[in-house]
Structures are given as structure tokens and as C-alpha cells.
T-cell receptor
Framework: SAVISQKPSRDICQRGTSLTIQCQVD?????MFWYRQQPGQSLTLIAT?????????ESGFVIDKFPISRPNLTFSTLTVSNMSPEDSSIYLC?????????????FGPGTRLTVL | DAKTTQPNSMESNEEEPVHLPCNHS???????IHWYRQLPSQGPEYVIH???SNVNNRMASLAIAEDRKSSTLILHRATLRDAAVYYC??????????????FGEGTQLTVNP
């Protein structure tokens, strides 16, 4: 299994500013994922971050808005740039095991972001 | 990605069994069936997964139809802690994107004391 922590756990930000969310894993993992969960909604994948390569973004998400870093096998950051109230969501990171097709994914507790 | 269909909500009484259905009529032969749940104010957690045969673990059982077009997650004795949103997700190891999880709307399970 993997234990994942996220910082900050919550934040209230002003529109037009940026926030960087950190994700730390207690073991080395190949694949890390960033999800967004808007209020009352299900989770939507933002991007996949593999160490040593550029993140792969899903349709509707762009690097300028959600830049991601993956400097090593235990850490990643997601930045929410030039925020607007529509960015108010819970942001979650997750990691996959080596045998990803049958192995499980583990999720962090999430970062609750409110943009005023 | 193959799509899954789940009821929006279900209710159960504490200590009774719960059967959560999932339809996946367009499932491919290589899709694994995964179940995750999300407790209030937490990230999702893995429950169980299977390919063709029924599966059991300490949390639940997964019953897969013979044609694989539907499955049922079984909680044998619901507790208040089982109140959560349950997601049925298909994952295809044949696809390069198969490592990610595509969440549907899931089923909100309410457990009554």
C-alpha cells in the first residue's frame, strides 16, 4: 500500500492568484495522477505525471492553467494558476502500483480550495 | 472507455446485506471491473476488483455476471461506516490510458441505524 499526504489540506484564495498543492508519497511510485472534484460532483482526471517526462493532460485541462512538477518518484506538485471562483474544488492526487491494470490506486486526502 | 451505469442512491439498514449493482454492457474482454468508495471528506479508497470470476476480500464480495455485462458489489453486513459513494470503474490494461481511473457518478449509499 501507499500513504499519501497533501499540503495544504485547505485554503481560501483570492481570484487572480495561484496556489501550489504538494503531494508526498511514502514509497517510490511510477505513476501519479491529479484529480479535481467540484462541489457535489464526481472526480475528473486533470493529468498524469510520470517522473522524468512531461505531464499528460486530459481534454479540457491545459498546462498553463495547471502546471505540474514531478521531480522524483515520491513527490509532485500541482499549481492552480490565475484562479477564479470556478476553480473552487477538492484537488486529489493518487498513485498507481507497478501492475496498474490489476493493482489498486491510492488517494491522498485532498486539498479543499475556495476561491473568492 | 467503456461506460458503467449505477443507481444514483440506495439505502440499507445497519447489519443487513447490501447489493450495489453496476451495468457495463459495452465491456471489452480485457476490461477489469474495479470498485472504489469515497467516504465523506476523504479521497476514494479501493474496495475490490475482478475480471471474470467472483471475488471475495475482507471488505466485500464482487459477483460478476456470466456475460460480464453487469456486476454486483456485496457488503455482507452494512455498518454506519459503509455510508459512502461507491464507484464501479472499468480498466483496460490493453490501453495506454488504462492506468487511470474514469469515475462515473457512483451510488450514494445511506445506512440507517
Amino acid at each position: 500500500s501507499a500513504v499519501i499526504s497533501q499540503k495544504p489540506s485547505r485554503d481560501i484564495c483570492q481570484r487572480g492568484t495561484s496556489l501550489t498543492i504538494q503531494c508526498q508519497v511514502d514509497s517510490q511510485v511510477t505513476m501519479m495522477f491529479w484529480y479535481r472534484q467540484q462541489p457535489g460532483q464526481s472526480l475528473t482526471l486533470i493529468a498524469t505525471a510520470n517522473q522524468g517526462s512531461e505531464a499528460t493532460y486530459e481534454s479540457g485541462f491545459v498546462i498553463d492553467k495547471f502546471p505540474i512538477s514531478r521531480p522524483n518518484l515520491t513527490f509532485s506538485t500541482l499549481t492552480v494558476s490565475n484562479m477564479s471562483p470556478e476553480d473552487s474544488s477538492i484537488y486529489l492526487c493518487s498513485v498507481g502500483g507497478q501492475a496498474w491494470f490489476s493493482d489498486t490506486q491510492y488517494f491522498g486526502p485532498g486539498t479543499r480550495l475556495t476561491v473568492l | 472507455d467503456a461506460k458503467t451505469t449505477q443507481p444514483n442512491s440506495m439505502e440499507s439498514n445497519e447489519e443487513e446485506p447490501v447489493h450495489l449493482p453496476c451495468n457495463h454492457s459495452t465491456i471489452s474482454g480485457t476490461d477489469y471491473i474495479h470498485w472504489y468508495r469515497q467516504l465523506p471528506s476523504q479521497g476514494p479508497e479501493y474496495v475490490i476488483h475482478g475480471l471474470t470470476s467472483n471475488v471475495n476480500n475482507r471488505m466485500a464480495s464482487l459477483a460478476i455476471a456470466e456475460d460480464r455485462k453487469s456486476s454486483t458489489l456485496i457488503l455482507h453486513r452494512a455498518t454506519l461506516r459503509d455510508a459512502a459513494v461507491y464507484y464501479c470503474i472499468l480498466r483496460d490494461p490493453e490501453e495506454t490510458s488504462g492506468s487511470r481511473l474514469t469515475f462515473g457518478e457512483g451510488t450514494q449509499l445511506t445506512v440507517n441505524p
